[in-house]
């Protein structure tokens, strides 16, 4: 069975310029989270979706980060300009419901320059 | 604020040895503490996880303490080995894997 999947793993852009990352949950889970991970630091979540509905992005940064969960399946998660700070590893994990265990994919490690 | 304190920073253990990692909760809601294991360039993966049910869970080299009282619990790791050299997070949510919040990570390195 296929894992979470995300794309691309690293991407190195120009401040100012706007990003997106793609994340393809594992197959029957309704439940999927965005993370973020800075060097050296546990990941904090950014937003929750629970089928196609964000449950819970009360950490997203709503002024420059947008996410979307098009049909429940797959997800993308945009900045719009980026920031040198938010140079980071960006975590997509799903899990079955919102009581199980959450898997998580390998990150897209963004470098803003 | 820092909900889950996560010690030591790093830790050096010789091969065969016992490896100990602490965290320390501050939100009695928690109900799901589990240990996720990050190899470099990897996305962290779920090694063992334990409800406040129970005082102990081994699966394996694996075992978590849990005091609750104390709001801590820990992860051992037996008869360590240089494969397990890795980034260790604990973490903690309420309601299952809803909002998991993660300690701060420890480096785990074991020497041959």
């Known amino acids: 069975e296929a894992g979470v999947v995300q794309s691309p793993r690293y991407k190195i852009i120009e401040k100012k310029q706007p990003v997106a990352f793609w994340c393809n949950p594992i197959?029957?889970?309704?439940?999927l989270y965005w993370y973020l991970q800075n060097l050296g630091q546990g990941p904090e979540l950014l937003i929750r979706?629970?089928?196609?509905?964000?449950?819970?992005d009360s950490q997203l940064p709503k002024d420059r980060f947008s996410a979307e969960r098009l049909k429940g399946v797959d997800s993308t998660l945009k900045i719009q300009p980026a920031e040198l700070g938010d140079s980071a590893v960006y975590l997509c994990?799903?899990?079955?419901?919102?009581?199980?265990?959450?898997?998580f994919g390998q990150g897209t490690r963004l470098t803003v320059v | 604020q820092q909900q889950v304190k996560q010690s030591p920073q790093s830790l050096i253990v010789q091969k065969g040895g016992i490896s100990i990692i602490n965290c320390a909760y501050e939100?009695?809601?928690?109900?799901?503490f589990p240990w996720y294991q990050q190899f470099p360039g990897k996305g962290p993966a779920l090694l063992i996880a334990i409800r406040p049910d129970v005082s102990e869970k081994k699966e394996g080299r694996f075992t978590i303490s849990f005091n609750k009282s104390a709001k801590q619990f820990s992860l051992h790791i037996m008869d360590s080995q240089p494969g397990d050299s890795a980034t260790y997070f604990c973490?903690?949510?309420?309601?299952?894997?809803?909002?998991?919040?993660f300690g701060q990570g420890t480096r785990l390195t074991i020497n041959p």
């Open positions: 994990a799903s899990s079955f419901n919102e009581n199980t265990e959450a898997f």
């Open positions: 939100n009695t809601a928690f109900d799901y």
């Open positions: 973490a903690a949510s309420s309601l299952g894997a809803q909002k998991l919040v």
């Open positions: 197959s029957g889970h309704n439940t």
């Open positions: 979706y629970e089928n196609e509905e964000a449950v819970d």
